[in-house]
């Protein structure tokens, strides 16, 4: 079975410093990863994916996030947070293309 | 190109009522996917169509929901005889193949059931 768990429903940083979004996820076979950003009252826009390549992969917006099988984490990473991050996160997973599993999200708040 | 548009943005319903959540994939997409928001959750998968046929439907309440994706025109989510606990955001995503291809969401459709 196919789960997602994202540690943390919210987070704060200080503008300028490092974020640290986690996800740890569960499946039987391997998994295609996503990570997803969703601004108040609008869909979620894809910040990147992993798909059986590199394990570390790079997104928009400066993010991005590193496959982990020994860990099965995909944790979700930005050197510098910018005001214009603070939305919410999701982590997703998905074995067959189907059906993809959400996350709870975690909110990020990020201080001036 | 446009991207996925979904109407009404907001819907509200009394109980009992029916309602029909409109989604128009990415022009050359025929892959659709919708999901259900629940306040403070994740998305859960409701239903996979591609035209004309419904691929995976395992998240779907066995009652009062169904989904349509018709040769033409957009995909219909229709719920029947609604409930308060229907109330919540529902997503739909459009892909232009089945494998684990970019899903790209529409802004939603925020339900409330008085």
């Known amino acids: 079975a196919q789960s997602v768990t994202q540690l943390g429903s919210h987070v704060s940083v200080s503008e300028g410093a490092l974020v640290l979004l986690r996800c740890n996820y569960s499946s039987s076979v391997p998994p295609y990863l996503f990570w997803y950003v969703q601004y108040p009252n609008q869909g979620l826009q894809l910040l990147l994916k992993y798909t059986s390549a590199a394990t570390l992969v790079k997104g928009i917006n400066g993010f991005e996030a590193e496959f982990k099988k020994s860990e099965t984490s995909f944790h979700l990473t930005k050197p510098s947070a910018h005001m214009s991050d603070a939305a919410e996160y999701f982590c997703a997973v998905s074995e067959n293309g189907n059906q993809f599993y959400f996350g709870t999200g975690t909110s990020l708040t990020v201080i001036p | 190109n446009a991207g996925v548009m979904q109407n009404p943005r907001h819907l509200v319903r009394r109980r009992g009522q029916e309602a029909r959540l409109r989604c128009s994939p990415m022009?050359?997409?025929?892959?659709v996917y919708w999901y259900r928001q629940l306040p403070e959750e994740g998305l859960k998968f409701m239903v996979y169509?591609?035209?004309?046929?419904?691929?995976?439907e395992s998240g779907m309440p066995k009652e009062r929901f169904s989904a349509e994706f018709p040769k033409e025109g957009p995909s219909i989510l229709r719920i029947q005889q609604v409930v308060r606990g229907d109330s919540a955001a529902y997503f739909c995503?459009?892909?232009?193949?089945?494998?684990?291809?970019?899903?790209?969401f529409g802004p939603g459709t925020r339900l409330l059931v008085l």
């Open positions: 995503a459009s892909s232009p193949g089945r494998s684990p291809e970019t899903q790209y």
């Open positions: 022009k050359g997409h025929s892959h």
């Open positions: 169509l591609q035209k004309e046929n419904i691929i995976d």
